[in-house]
Nanobody
């Protein structure tokens, strides 16, 4: 079992920045990938960015050049640096961890970008 807790969401004006954090606990040594997903108002949950234990990263086209995903010095953390935020980035951001073929999710942190 892996438990994920997100933090760092909030209200920001367009063009601003936020940094999201995700802390994992439990069977962290079996985690082989972590990432961030989001769900905007009236939209389906979508991938934002992921990274694997091998160091590969993957970004949604809509956030390339603006968002950066990284892992902490220990294996059980993930960060999402979000710059040049746009109103379209508004939504609930969820941390995801893949472990032994199972996807685990946090409860989410809300990001609101005002125009």
């Amino acid at each position: 079992q892996v438990r994920l807790v997100e933090s760092g969401g909030g209200l920001v004006q367009a063009g601003g920045s936020l940094r999201l954090s995700c802390a994992a606990s439990g069977s962290i040594f079996s985690i082989n990938a972590m990432g961030w997903y989001r769900q905007g108002p009236g939209k389906q949950r979508e991938l934002v960015a992921t990274f694997s234990s091998g160091g590969r990263t993957n970004y949604a086209d809509s956030v390339k050049g603006r968002f950066t995903i990284s892992g902490g010095s220990v294996r059980n953390t993930a960060f999402l640096q979000m710059n040049s935020l746009e109103p379209e980035d508004t939504g609930v951001y969820y941390c995801n961890a893949a472990s032994r073929g199972i996807n685990y999710w946090g409860k989410g942190t809300r990001v609101t970008v005002s125009s």
